[in-house]
């Protein structure tokens, strides 16, 4: 019998797939998904919301402990 943990998994930053502060090294492996692909879409996401996701980009780095 095997019984499945429902305890989340924390979301920190990432020591490993590091290369300003962690912050998109960390969701990508949060998400299983490719760290450039996050990277790519977090510049993105800062030139077209005018800066406004480099804010929140800079919260994060505040908020996430680092993993």
């Known amino acids: 019998m095997t019984f499945e943990s429902n305890t989340p998994r924390p ?6 797939n590091k290369m300003f502060a962690g912050v998109c090294g960390g969701i990508a492996e949060y ?8 990277r790519v879409l977090a510049v993105i996401a ?9 804010l929140v980009y800079l919260a994060a780095w505040m908020l996430m402990p680092l993993g």
């Open 11 to 16: 979301f920190t930053r990432s020591t490993d």
């Open 31 to 38: 998400f299983d998904v490719d760290v450039n692909l996050v």
């Open 46 to 54: 800062a030139v077209c919301t005018g800066g406004t996701a480099a």
